[in-house]
Nanobody, 125 residues
Framework: QLQASGGGLVQTGGSLRLSCAVS????????IGWFRQAPGKEREGVSY????????VYADSVKGRFTISRDNADNMVYLQMNSLNSEDTAVYYC????????????????????WGQGTQVTVSS
């Protein structure tokens, strides 16, 4: 129901745009979050966007560098990642749950019921 894509290998300072294609969910009610997991580390919340797109939240580690957006008409959510560095290297996942649950819990991954497979982002120095 969620499929992330757009990962790859990029040099430090470069940019990537991740895409999350959503199917089988009514995006009019669903927030979408992006998470990442680096080797040996716990899964980390990166950003989420509410169903209307009016509210976005970012982890401190990506504020000012990443931008989340969505196109409900096309059932797509995007994560524009700029000024990438080695600490951004991870598998990135998109996930979804109801606006109400997400706004109450923020970037807590346990709150999200629907997950896609990950896409690998590797930033080389």
């Amino acid at each position: 129901q969620l499929q992330a894509s757009g990962g790859g290998l990029v040099q430090t300072g470069g940019s990537l745009r991740l895409s999350c294609a959503v199917s089988g969910l009514n995006l009019d009610y669903m927030a979408i979050g992006w998470f990442r997991q680096a080797p040996g580390k716990e899964r980390e919340g990166v950003s989420y966007i509410t169903s209307s797109g009016r509210k976005t939240v970012y982890a401190d580690s990506v504020k000012g560098r990443f931008t989340i957006s969505r196109d409900n008409a096309d059932n797509m959510v995007y994560l524009q990642m700029n000024s990438l560095n080695s600490e951004d290297t991870a598998v990135y996942y998109c996930a979804s749950d109801l606006d109400s649950d997400v706004e109450a819990g923020g970037l807590n991954s346990v709150l999200y019921d629907y997950w896609g497979q990950g896409t690998q982002v590797t930033v080389s120095s």
